[in-house]
């Protein structure tokens, strides 16, 4: 087992050139979101796991995984089947779901570089690195990035008095400007998640009890008894009807959560 200090270590290979990690780096919320999830202390990286296995970990259901699942394919599944799912495929899902809010399906697609028929546009990416004994060449380097470092407002430069250098402090009414401004812009963040996260289970359990009541309208139609075998056969009959009832739901659950929820995500 590895200790929860060393997971962003682990997983940090797996994401590192991701697009959509790149995002949530921006986010320092999302990013300790990601190196939260518990299931990543005992994870194998070597090991296959099942779509029931997964939801369980990311906290949803199984139908709303898959609706998740389906139009980024071509992203998700690189080494996986469909019902086995690998530690890169659970945590390009993690991502999904930690973005989906703010970005929904369309955007996180535009991220990915996915074309209409839902593949991704393999797109290379060239680091290059020149070294340089230029000195001159040096100077300029370093001038740019002190002319960054004033034009971000963070930093004071004074002159020290009867040296040639520059004392460089924190502008501290500027940071606490900037943390309290993050800190609304986080607090929003966060309602607005909580929201969705309780509106999506809402919308579960409406889509489950309109469900039952079809399912139980169906039976009522298809096993139609007499007065008599209701009273002598009440337990076998309440049976019977408990178990078609979670035949149906089982059968239309996922198709059915898939339209609701494309209906509520819709842009």
Known sequence: MRQVHDVKAFILPFVQHDPLF????????????????????????????????????????????RYYMKPFEAYIFEQSTHQQLTLSAIIKLRMILLLKDKYRVKGLKELLRMNEADQCIQQQIVATTTVTEDVTQQVNILGQVLQQMIETGLFHFTPSDGQDNIHIAINDQFLTQYMQQHMVTLQKEHTQGLVQKIRARHIENEVMLSLRIEALQQFATQYKVSFWTKIFRAAQLNMEKEQFVLRYISQHLTNRLESALSRYYAP
Request: hydrophobic share 50%; net charge negative.
């Open 22 to 65: 790149l995002i949530i780096q921006q986010q320092a919320n999302l990013e300790e979101l990601l190196y939260e999830d518990a299931y990543l202390v005992e994870i194998d990286e070597a090991k296959h796991y099942s779509i029931a296995q997964v939801a369980e970990w990311l906290g949803i259901t199984i139908a709303m995984l």
